[in-house]
C-alpha cells in the first residue's frame, strides 16, 4: 500500500487557522504514507500536476487530498489520478475547511483537529477498492414542468437545438405569473407583448408537445433514462373541436371566483382563462360545474363531454427541468395589516391585475367603485421576516412596487402616493435610474415598517415609525398595496419528493452548488431554473432557464452518460428476502427475486444513499466506497490516542 496525502492551504482559509506544516509532519509519521505535501491551491494546475508527478514517482497506488468539500473538488481530483493512470475511487477527500477551519478561530484545536481528519482518510484509503462506471444510453427527449416564462424559454431552447420536449403545465394555459402583470420593470414593457409572441411559438414548434392543465404524477429512472407518469386532467373539452367562439361560457350559469383575476371578478365554470391564453381552447372546472348540460347542448362542435375523465399518460424522457415557480405570500399571516378584513388592502398581485387593461376593471384604478385619491405601498410584506419563517429577500418586491407606484401616477395625476420601506434594493440593470424616476414623479417614500393598518370612518390609517424622523406618523389611504414576497408552491413541495429533490433552508429547491453548478439539482439529469430554485425577477428567470437548457442539450450531445459506481449490492448467502430494505428505498432499486428467494439491486435506479445496508438485520447488503470496514476503520482512527 503506498499512499501520497496532500493538505491544501486554500489560500488563507485553511492555513490562516490551521498549522498546515505541521499537520503534513504528523502524517508522514502513518504507515503506508510514502510522500506528505502542503501546496497554496492544491485544486490548481500546479496542484494537480504535482499528484499526478508524485503518482508516477512514487507508484502511489491511494491519493489523500485534504481540502473543502469533497461536494466542490471530489470530481476534479478523481479526474486528476484518473489522468495519471490510477482508479478515480482510490482518491479519499478530508474536509479541513468548512469541517474545521472555518467553524473555529482557536489555531491549536483547528490543526488538532485537522490531524485527525486526515489520519481517519488515511486510514480508509487503505481499504478503498477499484470501481467501474458503466455508460448508459441517453433518451434525447425532455420534460420541462411548469409553463411560465423560465419553462417557455427552456423548453423553446431545446426544441430548437432539434430535441424533442414535453411542456407540462397545470393550469389550462401556459403563462404563468408574468400573463397577469401589466408591465414589466424598469422598461415599462407590455408584458403581454413580451410573453404572448413566446407562448404562440411554443404551438408552432414541432419538437413541443405542450400538455395543459396536466401534473406530473410519479418519475423514476436515473439520468438519461427517466420514466414519468403525468395524469391529463379531465378537461371536458376537446381541444382539437373546440374553437374557442365562447357560446359555452355564455350560456353557462354558474358564476365562481377567477383565479387569474385573484378572485376580484367571477368567471364561469366552463372558461378560458385570459383573452391570449395558449392553447385557446376553453375548460371546464368540474368542482364548480352542476352538469346542467347547456354548453354541451350549446356547442355546435361537439367539442364538450361532461363525461369526460382523468387520463394516465406515461413517457421516457433523458432530462428534466423543474420550472414550477411560485406563489405570493398570504398576508393573512400578516393580520396586523387587515388583509381579509378590509376591501381597500390588496396584495401586489391583485393590484397589478386592476392596472391590466384586461383586468376586472379593465386598466381604471378603482377600488369599490371608486377612484382613490390616496395610495400607500407597504414593502417587505411577507419577506425579509423571521416571525413568518421568510428571512431572505424576494428581490423583486422593491422593482415592482416602484412600477406599480409609477404606473399610479401616470394615470391619477393627483393620487397622492407613499411608500413605506426598510431600505430599497435596486440592485439591477436600470433599476437604480428608474427608483430615481418615480421618486421625480412625486412619489413619497418613507422609511419606516407600518405596525398596523386600521380603520378610521371610510379612510385606512397605516401606522408606522419614520426611522429618518424617529417619530410615529400615521398615513391615511383609500387603498393600501401589500409587497407581498415570493413563497415556494405547495406543488413544488410535493415534487421535490417525487423527483428526490434537495430543499434549502427557505424551501426552494437546492441547486448543486451556489456558484459553479447553480442550474443543477442533486439529481443527475434534473436541472432547476426560475423562481421554484428562489425569488427572482424575469431576465434572471429567462438567463437561468437558458442555463438548464444548455445542460440538457450538452447532456443529450453527449448520447452516453456514466453511472456511479457507488452503489449498494446483495451477498446471496446472507439474504433471507425479509423485504424490510425493499419498502424503504427512496428510488424503488430493490426487487426480490422470486427464484433465489433473495432480494436484488437494480444498479440503474440505486442512487447509493445507503438506506438499505443501514436497514438489513442480517447485514446482507453492502454498499460499495462506504463497507463498514471503512467506517469502522475511521470510528477507530478518531479513539486514537496519542
Known sequence: MRIGVYVCHCGMNIAGVVDVKRVVDEIKKMKNVVVARD????????????????????????????????????????????????????????????????????????????????????????????????????????????????????????????YEVYLVEKEPSIGGHMAQLEKTFPT??????????????????KNIKLMTYCEVEEVSGF????????????RGVNPDLCTACGSCSIICPVYVPNEFDCGLAPRKAI????????????TISFKDCVQCGLCEWNCENFAINLNDKDKIIEIDVGAIVVATGYEEFDPRLKPEFGYGRYKEVLTGLEFERILNASGPTFGEIKINGKVPKSIVFIHCVGSRDEQVGNPYCSRVCCMYIAKQAHLVKERLPDCKVTVFYIDVRAFGKGFEEF?????????????????????????????????????????EADLVVLGTGLVPRKETLELAKKLKLSLSADNFLLEAHPKLRPVDSNIDGVYLCGCCQGPKDIPDSVAQAKGAASSVIALFNKRVVTVEPIQAYVREDYCSGCHICEGLCPYSALEFDSEKRVMRVNEALCRGCGVCPSACPSGAIVMRHYTDEQIEIQVGGLLWEE
Open 435 to 475: 427608483y430615481t424616476r418615480v421618486k421625480d414623479e412625486g412619489v413619497i417614500y418613507r422609511r419606516g415598517s407600518p405596525s398596523e393598518i386600521y380603520k378610521r370612518g371610510d379612510k385606512l390609517v397605516v401606522r408606522s415609525e419614520d426611522t429618518i424622523l424617529g417619530e410615529i406618523i400615521e398615513e
Open 271 to 282: 372558461y378560458r382563462p385570459f383573452p391570449q391564453a395558449v392553447p385557446n381552447v376553453f
Open 223 to 234: 439520468v438519461g433514462n427517466f420514466k414519468v407518469k403525468i395524469r391529463q386532467k379531465a
Open 39 to 162: 501546496y497554496v491551491y492544491m485544486c490548481s494546475d500546479p496542484g494537480q500536476d504535482l499528484i499526478k508527478k508524485d503518482i508516477k514517482e512514487y507508484n502511489l497506488n491511494r491519493v489523500v487530498v485534504a481540502s473543502c468539500s469533497p461536494r466542490m473538488h471530489e470530481p476534479t481530483f478523481r479526474n486528476t489520478i484518473k489522468e495519471a493512470g490510477l482508479n478515480p475511487y482510490l482518491l479519499e477527500m478530508a474536509n479541513i475547511r468548512e469541517q474545521d477551519s472555518w467553524v473555529t478561530e482557536d489555531k491549536e484545536e483547528a490543526t488538532k483537529k485537522a490531524i485527525s481528519l486526515v489520519r481517519i482518510a488515511v486510514l480508509r484509503a487503505s481499504l478503498l477498492e477499484e470501481l467501474y462506471e458503466k455508460e448508459v444510453t441517453v433518451i434525447p427527449r425532455a420534460l420541462v414542468i411548469g409553463g411560465g416564462i423560465a419553462g417557455i424559454q427552456a423548453a423553446l431552447d431545446i426544441a430548437n437545438a432539434g
Open 188 to 205: 415599462l414593457d407590455c408584458s403581454a407583448c413580451i410573453l404572448t409572441p413566446k407562448m404562440v411559438e411554443v404551438t408552432q414548434n
